[in-house]
Nanobody
């Protein structure tokens, strides 16, 4: 049974930093693309960042480029999202996802975590 468990969300002020983590089990983590998506209230889930299986390639949504950094540790089956310079518009439920193709569409990912809430106050 595949499980993805996110942690690290919380309430922060604009300009603060936060680090999200996602621990995977039940899958061969090192062969999966890993990604972060987010969903704000009343909006569709949106791509945030992705990292290739060995960590050599990353890609980001324009809205977070230069502020967020995705990384992974295959020895620990974890993927992280370092978020700096947080803005109120970053407020959302953040999900990690695992997939087998290098794409940024929600439907391209096979497994999902339950999400962790990030709230940024102004």
């Amino acid at each position: 049974q595949v499980q993805l468990v996110e942690s690290g969300g919380g309430l922060v002020q604009a300009g603060d930093s936060l680090r999200l983590s996602c621990t995977a089990s039940g899958l061969t983590f090192s062969i999966y693309m890993m990604a972060w998506f987010r969903q704000a209230p009343g909006k569709e889930r949106a791509f945030v960042a992705a990292i290739s299986p060995r960590g050599g390639s990353t890609t980001y949504a324009d809205s977070v480029k230069g502020r967020f950094t995705i990384s992974r540790d295959n020895s620990k089956n974890t993927v992280s999202l370092e978020m700096n310079g947080l803005k109120p518009e970053d407020t959302a439920n953040y999900y990690c996802a695992a997939g087998r193709v290098w794409r940024m569409g929600e439907n391209d990912y096979n497994y999902w975590g339950q999400g962790t809430q990030v709230t940024v106050s102004s």
